[in-house]
Nanobody, 125 residues
C-alpha cells in the first residue's frame, strides 16, 4: 500500500505563491497522481492530475486553477509537487495528494486508491 505525506502548506496573501509537496513511500512512476482540495462546507474538488511517464505524462487542471497551478514529478525522490501561483482567497482549502493504481488520469477526480492526510492552505489579506 502506498503511503503519502503532504507538506508545504501554510498562509499566503492574494497574489503570492506556495508549493505543496507529496512524498511517497514507494516510487510513483507507474501511478497517476493528483491533488484534490476541500474548502469548508464544500465538496471535494479535483485540482490537478498527472499521468505516469510510462504513459504520456499528461497533465490536467480544473478550470479554476488553469494557468496558475502546475503539477510535476521528481521521480528519483518519490515526490509530486503542486506549484500554486497567483493565489486567491477562494483557493483556501485542505489539499490532499492522492494516487490511482493506473497509468493515466481518468478525469480530474478519478477513484483514487490512496490518500495523504492533507495540508491546509489559507489565502487571506
Amino acid at each position: 500500500q502506498v503511503q503519502l505525506w503532504e507538506s508545504g502548506g501554510g498562509e499566503a496573501q492574494p497574489g503570492e505563491s506556495l508549493r505543496l509537496s507529496c512524498a511517497a513511500s514507494m516510487p510513483l512512476d507507474y501511478y497517476a497522481v493528483g491533488w484534490v482540495r476541500q474548502a469548508p462546507g464544500k465538496e471535494r474538488e479535483g485540482v490537478a492530475c498527472i499521468s505516469s511517464p510510462g504513459s504520456d505524462a499528461a497533465t490536467h487542471y480544473a478550470d479554476s486553477v488553469k494557468g496558475r497551478f502546475t503539477i510535476s514529478r521528481d521521480q528519483a525522490n518519490h515526490l509530486v509537487y503542486l506549484q500554486m501561483n497567483n493565489l486567491r482567497p477562494e483557493d483556501t482549502a485542505v489539499y490532499y495528494c492522492a494516487t490511482e493504481t493506473r497509468l493515466d488520469c481518468m478525469g480530474l477526480y478519478p477513484q483514487y486508491d490512496f490518500w495523504g492526510q492533507g495540508a491546509q492552505v489559507t489565502v487571506s489579506s
